[in-house]
């Protein structure tokens, strides 16, 4: 039967017994631990040690994050340490991530903050008993500073760290099993997004097939970015049509869902309904597919410049691409 697969991070040496401990722990619950001490993760031949970690992370359910008084040993051609690109590799796989902090290092991280605008001291010059590194407690701010799955809880032993993580767990379960309609509405969205995706290369192939003047072959390039966006899928799973052309039009989010969309804040996380319209999303989905919007809206506008196409002249072409 499978088990969730559990990414222990942290540096090691110092940290050892702790994620002894921790695995035990883990194996107790019937779930399985990864550790880089212990061959839980393929090393391949054919890549480094530290990038062999990093792949092993988006394979992993959930990351469990042990910042220590120990730095660690950076990661190879940069200024950062492989925990900490193991951290951003869960994020990038926008897994769940449990981030625990020795108290006394969340001591020192408090002295530091509070006289990094001492221009009496130089915070870099201090000494601080837990942390061998100011670098640490750059890695608590990058924590913290994002806007979901940010929290930090201080530990001082095995025991506090073992009873957080079970109450985090036992929380995770109760959700999962009180929303036994996720999995449904997982699946139709998943359904959906395979069906746009196929609609849209149809589309495309039919296009590139079609004459290839500079006009085609811009739109062609437009779909192929409308693919890499996130928010362009929620669209497409709300059936709101989309094209080139509304994207170049509509500015904002806003402006190119007209009232079908609206954020509901009792949704946590990045979250998004399929019932509507409107349509109801967390405040954090809204945020990101706000941005994403914006991001996405610059690219295409992007291309046509690069292809010195005026935007006008595309906007008013007889024989622009299909809504789908």
């Given at each position: 039967?499978?088990?969730?697969?559990?990414?222990?991070?942290?540096?090691?040496?110092?940290?050892?017994?702790?994620?002894?401990?921790?695995?035990?722990?883990?194996?107790?619950?019937?779930?399985?631990?990864?550790?880089?001490?212990?061959?839980?993760?393929?090393?391949?031949?054919?890549?480094?040690?530290?990038?062999?970690?990093?792949?092993?992370?988006?394979?992993?359910?959930?990351?469990?994050?042990?910042?220590?008084?120990?730095?660690?040993?950076?990661?190879?051609?940069?200024?950062?340490?492989?925990?900490?690109?193991?951290?951003?590799?869960?994020?990038?796989?926008?897994?769940?991530?449990?981030?625990?902090?020795?108290?006394?290092?969340?001591?020192?991280?408090?002295?530091?903050?509070?006289?990094?605008?001492?221009?009496?001291?130089?915070?870099?010059?201090?000494?601080?008993?837990?942390?061998?590194?100011?670098?640490?407690?750059?890695?608590?701010?990058?924590?913290?500073?994002?806007?979901?799955?940010?929290?930090?809880?201080?530990?001082?032993?095995?025991?506090?760290?073992?009873?957080?993580?079970?109450?985090?767990?036992?929380?995770?379960?109760?959700?999962?099993?009180?929303?036994?309609?996720?999995?449904?509405?997982?699946?139709?969205?998943?359904?959906?997004?395979?069906?746009?995706?196929?609609?849209?290369?149809?589309?495309?192939?039919?296009?590139?097939?079609?004459?290839?003047?500079?006009?085609?072959?811009?739109?062609?390039?437009?779909?192929?970015?409308?693919?890499?966006?996130?928010?362009?899928?929620?669209?497409?799973?709300?059936?709101?049509?989309?094209?080139?052309?509304?994207?170049?039009?509509?500015?904002?989010?806003?402006?190119?869902?007209?009232?079908?969309?609206?954020v509901d804040e009792t949704l946590e996380g990045l979250t998004l309904t399929g019932g509507g319209p409107p349509y109801k999303m967390s405040k954090d989905q809204y945020k990101r597919d706000a941005e994403e919007y914006k991001t996405l809206r610059n690219e295409l506008v992007s291309v046509l410049r690069h292809d010195k196409i005026p935007l006008s002249r595309y906007l008013s072409s007889t024989e622009g691409p299909p809504t789908v």
């Amino acid at each position: 039967m499978p088990a969730p697969r559990i990414f222990i991070s942290s540096t090691c040496y110092d940290l050892r017994h702790i994620r002894e401990n921790l695995k035990f722990f883990i194996r107790s619950l019937g779930f399985e631990p990864i550790l880089s001490e212990d061959g839980a993760i393929f090393y391949d031949p054919q890549l480094h040690v530290q990038e062999a970690c990093l792949t092993e992370v988006p394979s992993c359910q959930i990351l469990v994050l042990i910042i220590g008084g120990k730095y660690g040993s950076l990661y190879r051609g940069s200024e950062s340490s492989v925990t900490n690109q193991e951290y951003k590799s869960a994020v990038k796989a926008r897994i769940p991530i449990f981030a625990l902090v020795e108290r006394s290092v969340l001591d020192d991280y408090r002295v530091y903050k509070a006289n990094s605008g001492n221009r009496d001291v130089d915070p870099q010059a201090i000494r601080y008993p837990a942390a061998d590194s100011t670098k640490i407690f750059d890695f608590i701010d990058e924590v913290q500073s994002e806007v979901v799955n940010n929290a930090l809880v201080p530990f001082s032993d095995f025991e506090e760290l073992q009873s957080y993580l079970k109450q985090q767990w036992a929380a995770m379960l109760y959700r999962f099993l009180t929303t036994e309609g996720e999995a449904r509405r997982t699946a139709d969205i998943l359904e959906a997004l395979g069906k746009a995706n196929e609609r849209i290369e149809f589309l495309t192939r039919r296009i590139v097939e079609s004459v290839g003047d500079d006009l085609t072959k811009a739109t062609v390039k437009l779909y192929d970015i409308l693919l890499q966006f996130g928010v362009t899928h929620d669209f497409q799973m709300w059936r709101i049509p989309i094209s080139p052309q509304k994207f170049l039009v509509n500015k904002t989010i806003d402006e190119f869902c007209s009232g079908q969309i609206e954020v509901d804040e009792t949704l946590e996380g990045l979250t998004l309904t399929g019932g509507g319209p409107p349509y109801k999303m967390s405040k954090d989905q809204y945020k990101r597919d706000a941005e994403e919007y914006k991001t996405l809206r610059n690219e295409l506008v992007s291309v046509l410049r690069h292809d010195k196409i005026p935007l006008s002249r595309y906007l008013s072409s007889t024989e622009g691409p299909p809504t789908v």
